[in-house]
C-alpha cells in the first residue's frame, strides 16, 4: 500500500527534536512538536527561529522559506494531537522505558495507516516495535546532530518491517533532501557502533591520563584530521546519550571492549553533560569553552 506523507508528529523537542520540525516544515510537511516539558517546547521554537535565520544569513533559504515553515510547526503539550498523523517520530530521551511509555500513550490517536518511527540511536527496533500494534509499519529513521547540517540518516529496519514502509521512508528522506544508509538492526546501528567507542576510548585516555582535554582534542583534530575533537563531539552529542549508547552495545553485544570508562560514568552522575547543560569536559557558561580536566 502506497502512502503519502503529509503530517508529521515529533515527539521530544530537545536538541534532535527541533531540528526533525526544522527539516520537516521547511520540507513542506505539517509539523506537529510535543514535549513533556513546555519550556522545552518554547525553547524548541526559538531555536528553530534562530538556526532558520542563520540559513537565510547564508543564502541558503529565503525569508519566505522561512515564513512558510514556521508556519506549518504547531506545539502541542497534547500526545493525542500530536499522534494522529501519518508519520510519527519519537525523539525523546534514549531510555528504553521512556520510548515505550511513548508509543503506548499515542497508540489510541494513530491513524490506522501511521507509520512509527524512532530516532532512537542504540535500542533495538524490533523490540521497540514489538510493542506497539503495528512493527510491520514501524522503523528506526536514525538523523545526525545538528539536523538541519547533517546529511546522513540511517533507515533501519526492524525485523517485521514491510516493503511499503521502508519505500515510505526512503522517499521522505529524499523529500526532505537527506542522503540515506540501510543499517541492519544491531545496537547502534552503524555510525554510532563506529563512533561511540572512538569517543569511550578518547575519555579512557583522558581517564588514564595520557593526555588532557585540549591535548586529546587538539592530536584528532590536526592529526587525523576529524572536524571536532572526540571530548568536544561527546559534549555536543550529550554525555548521558553517550553513556547510554556504550551500555546498550555492551550490553547488547556482551563484548567488554565496549565496557563505558568511568569518568563517563562520573560526568553523568555529575550532571555534567556537555553543551546542553553547560558544562562537561568543557565548561561553556563563560562564552569560551574551558577544559574541565
Ligand atoms: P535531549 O535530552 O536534548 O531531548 C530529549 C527530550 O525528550 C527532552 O526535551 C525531554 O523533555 C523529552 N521527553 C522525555 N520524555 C518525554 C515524554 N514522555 N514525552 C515527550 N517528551 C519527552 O535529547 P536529544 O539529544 O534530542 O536525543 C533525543 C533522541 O535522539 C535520543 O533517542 C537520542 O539517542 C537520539 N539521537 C541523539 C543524537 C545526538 O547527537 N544528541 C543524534 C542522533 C539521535
Same mark, same amino acid.
Given at each position: 500500500?502506497?502512502?503519502?506523507?503529509?503530517?508529521?508528529?515529533? *515527539?521530544?523537542?530537545?536538541?534532535?527534536?527541533?531540528?526533525?520540525?526544522?527539516?520537516?516544515? $521547511?520540507?513542506?510537511?505539517?509539523?506537529?512538536?510535543?514535549?513533556?516539558?513546555?519550556?522545552?517546547?518554547?525553547?524548541?521554537?526559538?531555536?528553530?527561529?534562530?538556526?532558520?535565520?542563520r540559513q537565510v544569513s547564508k543564502g541558503l533559504i529565503?525569508?519566505?522559506?522561512?515564513?512558510?515553515? $514556521?508556519? /506549518?510547526?504547531?506545539?502541542?503539550?497534547?500526545?493525542?494531537?500530536a499522534a494522529h498523523v501519518d508519520l510519527l517520530i519519537?525523539?525523546? @530521551?534514549?531510555?528504553?522505558?521512556?520510548?515505550?511509555?511513548?508509543? #503506548?500513550?499515542?497508540?489510541?490517536?494513530?491513524?490506522?495507516?501511521?507509520?512509527? #518511527?524512532?530516532?532512537?540511536?542504540?535500542?533495538?527496533? @524490533?523490540?521497540?516495535?514489538?510493542?506497539?500494534?503495528?512493527?510491520?509499519?514501524?522503523?528506526?529513521?536514525?538523523?545526525?546532530?545538528? *539536523?538541519?547540517?547533517?546529511? /546522513? %540518516?540511517?533507515?533501519?529496519?526492524?525485523?517485521?518491517t514491510d516493503e511499503a514502509t521502508f519505500d515510505a521512508?526512503?522517499?521522505? %528522506?529524499?523529500?526532505?533532501?537527506? @542522503?540515506?544508509?540501510?543499517?541492519?538492526?544491531?545496537?547502534?546501528?552503524? *555510525?554510532?557502533?563506529?563512533? $561511540?567507542?572512538?569517543?569511550?576510548?578518547?575519555?579512557? @585516555? /583522558?581517564?588514564?591520563?595520557?593526555?588532557?582535554?585540549?591535548?586529546?582534542?587538539?592530536?584528532?583534530?590536526?592529526?587525523?584530521?576529524?572536524?571536532?575533537?572526540?571530548?568536544?563531539?561527546?559534549?555536543?552529542?550529550?554525555?548521558?546519550?553517550? /553513556? #547510554?549508547?556504550?551500555?546498550?552495545?555492551?550490553?547488547? $553485544?556482551?563484548?567488554?571492549?565496549?565496557?563505558?570508562?568511568?569518568?563517563?560514568?562520573?560526568?553523568?552522575?555529575?550532571?555534567?553533560?556537555?553543551?546542553?547543560?553547560?558544562?562537561?569536559?568543557?565548561?561553556?557558561?563563560?562564552?569560551?569553552?574551558?577544559?574541565?580536566?
Amino acid at each position: 500500500m502506497g502512502m503519502n506523507i503529509q503530517s508529521v508528529g515529533v *515527539v521530544g523537542a530537545g536538541q534532535m527534536g527541533n531540528g526533525i520540525a526544522h527539516v520537516f516544515a $521547511l520540507a513542506g510537511y505539517d509539523v506537529r512538536l510535543n514535549d513533556r516539558d513546555a519550556e522545552q517546547l518554547d525553547r524548541a521554537l526559538e531555536r528553530i527561529e534562530k538556526n532558520m535565520s542563520r540559513q537565510v544569513s547564508k543564502g541558503l533559504i529565503t525569508e519566505a522559506d522561512k515564513a512558510d515553515a $514556521l508556519a /506549518l510547526i504547531k506545539k502541542t503539550p497534547d500526545i493525542a494531537e500530536a499522534a494522529h498523523v501519518d508519520l510519527l517520530i519519537e525523539s525523546a @530521551t534514549e531510555r528504553e522505558d521512556v520510548k515505550m511509555a511513548i508509543f #503506548a500513550a499515542a497508540q489510541p490517536h494513530l491513524k490506522p495507516e501511521t507509520i512509527l #518511527a524512532t530516532n532512537t540511536s542504540s535500542i533495538s527496533i @524490533t523490540r521497540l516495535a514489538a510493542r506497539t500494534d503495528r512493527p510491520e509499519r514501524f522503523m528506526g529513521f536514525h538523523f545526525m546532530n545538528p *539536523v538541519p547540517v547533517m546529511q /546522513l %540518516v540511517e533507515l533501519i529496519r526492524g525485523i517485521a518491517t514491510d516493503e511499503a514502509t521502508f519505500d515510505a521512508l526512503k522517499k521522505v %528522506v529524499v523529500q526532505i533532501g537527506k @542522503t540515506a544508509a540501510y543499517a541492519e538492526d544491531f545496537p547502534a546501528f552503524i *555510525v554510532n557502533r563506529i563512533l $561511540l567507542p572512538m569517543i569511550n576510548e578518547a575519555i579512557y @585516555t /583522558l581517564y588514564e591520563g595520557v593526555g588532557g582535554v585540549e591535548a586529546i582534542d587538539t592530536s584528532m583534530k590536526l592529526g587525523a584530521n576529524h572536524p571536532m575533537g572526540p571530548l568536544e563531539l561527546a559534549d555536543f552529542i550529550g554525555l548521558d546519550t553517550c /553513556l #547510554a549508547i556504550m551500555q546498550v552495545l555492551h550490553d547488547g $553485544l556482551a563484548d567488554t571492549k565496549y565496557r563505558p570508562c568511568p569518568l563517563l560514568v562520573k560526568y553523568v552522575e555529575a550532571g555534567w553533560l556537555g553543551r546542553k547543560a553547560g558544562r562537561g569536559f568543557y565548561d561553556y557558561r563563560s562564552g569560551d569553552p574551558v577544559p574541565t580536566r
